[in-house]
């Protein structure tokens, strides 16, 4: 398998107050983990800034001016309950989203048979004219849809692990059954959204919340059940990945207890899936995950799984 990791040094200048957990040192958690001799075959690839017309494949022109205009001249500021603002953030956002947008782009044109963005801010808390959890813009439905737009792609999955649920994500597809959204998370939890019967208007909303203390059996058997079981179905030509690793038994946001090897695990099942019906073809963005060796050792194993097949 050839697997491309998308980087770029402004998204350690998204600058957030001391002690938030959303911080630039999950990223250098992470590039240390890649120093690695394992990780010495990983293309790496500096990230491109998206437009801002790509901004509008997913949220509202009043949601693009609404960022723009909280981004300070210096200094930090509050957007919302969680969610601070420094002077490169903006900047920042957009990376994520051409680093998501070029990534699609390689996959599709052979360049690689799948793709890890190593950004941030993360992104499946955003809705559609509605910054919230730590997100200014959904970065994975802004791939979407770029998908289908630029590729004629015509079914997309979006699986996300992150354990909180994706409620951005699936407000902006709630109405579009030509994207597959699928979450497991902890509930009850922040944002409070994903219950399993909030299914989209075509049942495209596939949830599989998991109870506070959950562990590897319960979220293996909630993959299998009913991630698993509703992408066989669907038979996606894309796969995308809210790729959290806020799961892991160390983070401090949740009581969700997985290991490394949880991740390494849902990893391999959904190669299977992109094999079957999506070329190999998977992308997966870095969402949450604030403990940083928990963060670190899941990634890399994550990583390490798209690049051994």
């Not at 491309?4 to 040094?9: F, I, R, V, W």
């Not at 969680?82 to 989203?97: E, G, K, M």
């Not at 997309?156 to 109405?175: E, K, M, P, R, S």
């Amino acid at each position: 398998m050839t697997t491309q990791l998308y980087e770029n040094p402004i998204f350690l200048e998204h600058i957030v107050p001391e002690g938030h957990p959303e911080r630039p040192d999950r990223l250098k958690a992470l590039n240390l983990a890649l120093e690695h001799p394992n990780f010495a075959e990983l293309k790496r690839v500096e990230a491109p800034k998206g437009s801002e017309d790509l901004v509008l494949l997913a949220h509202t022109e009043e949601h693009l001016r609404s960022i723009k205009k909280w981004i300070p001249e210096e200094d930090i500021t509050q957007i919302e309950a969680d969610t601070f603002a420094s002077p490169s953030s903006f900047d920042a956002a957009l990376t994520a989203v051409g680093a998501a947008i070029a990534a699609v782009d390689a996959v599709f044109a052979g360049e690689a048979d799948n793709a890890f963005v190593a950004a941030r801010p993360p992104g499946h808390h955003a809705e559609k004219n509605r910054p919230m959890g730590f997100c200014f813009f959904n970065t994975v439905a802004i791939a979407a849809r770029h998908a289908q737009r630029a590729h004629g792609v015509e079914r997309v999955a979006i699986v996300d692990w992150d354990v909180h649920h994706g409620n951005g994500t699936q407000d902006i597809f709630w109405n579009h059954p030509s994207v597959l959204f699928c979450s497991t998370h902890q509930m009850p939890l922040y944002p409070g959204t994903g219950a399993k019967e909030e299914t989209g208007v075509k049942h495209n909303i596939v949830n599989a919340p998991l109870s506070p203390n959950s562990g590897s059996e319960h979220f293996r058997d909630a993959f299998r059940t009913r991630v698993l079981a509703a992408l066989d179905n669907f038979r996606p030509d894309l796969v995308l990945i809210s790729a959290g690793f806020d799961a892991h038994y160390r983070d401090p946001l949740a009581q969700i207890n997985l290991m490394a090897e949880d991740f390494d695990w849902a990893t391999g099942r959904l190669m299977e899936v992109a094999g079957k019906s999506g070329g190999n073809r998977i992308v997966s963005l870095l969402e949450g995950g604030y403990d940083l060796e928990g963060l670190a050792e899941s990634a890399a194993m994550h990583i390490q799984r798209l690049m051994r097949g």
